[in-house]
């Protein structure tokens, strides 16, 4: 009878031991996904996510259009599950304010994710919330993300994006002239962003549109990026006369990829918990 009960005591162990290994096996073909949730406020500042943080198949950056416009947009998704996009409604016009989208991708599967509580922040100063659908996806793209409870005036219904995964390079270094935008009133275009250091470590660069000046802008490269680098960002706003956002500190992040042959163009997102923020883009 003792020698029974052992018997029964190791096939349990065993089985136990088999669906603990089915189990890690499902969460590695998920991308790594693994237990608890990330933060809603911008991906960790210790180089974007530290190495215990889950990991996303579909991490990495995309472009493309608008189902049914000319409009485009470049979107962001860390390994540490943060969706970052920056839709802009006019195709090569710097004077529109963009529209900041973002949210924290939810448990995905092998072909499709959800994306809880999307913030949405646009001209003129409209802030939104709602949700976002995301199929098709693979380590290497996502093809539809439907935004739910987010439609906007001009295209009369939630927009269905079409997304590209897109290539990105860590070396921030130099000066980009673009358009600084803030959908609180502000929008600067031809402004220059001038950023020293080392290819590495980029150095501290200070900036300003509007009536927001002497801006400390810091880029962190992030430590989980494995082969999409990308910047943890910070920005500082000190105390300034008539800027509508003195005195405060927005997070978020920035990537590097090639518009046009020749062409490098910076991307940077940085918003409040609210989803309210501001936007630069621009090219060397």
């Known amino acids: 009878m003792k020698q029974f009960f052992q018997l029964q005591l190791m096939r349990r162990a ?7 290994g089915l189990a890690a096996a499902m969460l590695m073909s998920c991308g790594g996904q693994s237990s608890g949730s990330a933060p809603d406020n911008g991906p960790g500042q210790n180089g974007g996510g530290g190495g215990g943080a889950p990991s996303l198949a579909m991490a990495g950056a995309y472009q493309g259009t608008a189902a049914g416009s000319s409009s485009e947009f470049v979107s962001f998704v860390t390994p540490d599950l943060h969706w970052y996009l920056l839709y802009a409604l006019q195709v090569g016009d710097p004077h529109v304010y963009p529209i900041i989208y973002t949210g924290i ?6 072909t499709a994710a959800a994306i809880t509580t999307v913030k949405s922040f646009q001209s003129p100063g409209t802030l939104r919330s709602g949700s976002a659908t995301v199929t098709g996806s693979s380590g290497s793209a996502h093809n539809v993300t439907t935004l739910g409870d987010l439609s906007i005036q001009t ?20 000066t980009w002239v673009g358009t600084w935008a803030d959908g609180l009133g502000s929008i600067s275009i031809n402004t220059s962003l ?12 200070s900036t300003s549109f509007g009536y927001c000046s002497s801006i400390s802008l810091t880029l962190i490269p992030a430590g989980n990026a494995g082969t ?4 943890a960002a910070t920005a500082v706003i ?4 008539n800027c509508s956002r003195s005195n405060t500190t927005l997070t ?5 990829h090639a518009p046009s042959v020749g062409v490098k163009r910076l991307e940077i997102i940085l918003t409040d918990s609210t989803g309210s923020g501001i936007s630069f883009r621009g090219d060397q």
């Open 14 to 20: 065993l089985g136990c031991m088999t669906a603990c």
């Open 238 to 241: 000190p105390p300034t006369n």
């Open 105 to 110: 991708v939810q448990t995905p599967v092998s």
């Open 252 to 256: 978020g992040i920035a990537f590097i």
């Open 155 to 174: 295209l009369g219904t939630n927009p269905v994006f079409t997304a590209a995964a897109m290539a990105t390079t860590g070396d921030a270094r130099g």
């Open 228 to 231: 999409g680098p990308y910047f």
């Open 194 to 205: 001038s950023i020293g250091g080392t290819a590495n470590t980029p150095a501290p660069a």
